[in-house]
């Protein structure tokens, strides 16, 4: 059973930037499928953006495209997301998410539950 430990968040000004790590024990990162959710408080859980177990396919929301990077280093087992241009709105705790996927498979999931491992998260606050 995989195991994820998220880092990287603070508090930054807007427009700044973090850098946020997930790192995974008990299970081999080339064979899940990894995406990033936000909550902020009193709101639904929302979907950031994922990577394929390849590293070749991402998908983001809208809401941070074009801003946010994600990335996976397969060989080190761990995920990140860069997060460049940041609003006050994107403050949350940032959790990461895993999926196995079938051999041969590679695909990236957005859905909350389509991921069964996940992270304590960590806390990112932006200020104005």
């Not at 998220?6 to 990894?34: D, H, I, K, N």
């Not at 998908?59 to 761990?78: C, E, L, P, Q, Y």
């Not at 997060?83 to 051999?103: I, W």
């Amino acid at each position: 059973q995989v195991q994820l430990v998220e880092s990287g968040g603070g508090l930054v000004q807007a427009g700044g930037s973090l850098r946020l790590s997930c790192a995974a024990s008990g299970g081999t990162f080339g064979r899940y499928c990894v995406g990033w959710f936000r909550q902020a408080p009193g709101k639904e859980r929302e979907f950031v953006a994922a990577i394929s177990s390849s590293g070749r396919s991402a998908h983001a929301a809208d809401s941070v495209k074009g801003r946010f990077t994600i990335s996976k280093d397969n060989a080190k087992n761990t995920v990140y997301l860069q997060m460049n241009s940041l609003k006050p709105e994107d403050t949350a705790l940032y959790l990461c998410a895993a999926r196995g996927v079938g051999f041969g498979m590679d695909y990236v999931s957005t859905g909350r539950n389509e991921y069964a491992y996940w992270g304590q998260g960590t806390q990112v606050t932006v200020s104005s």
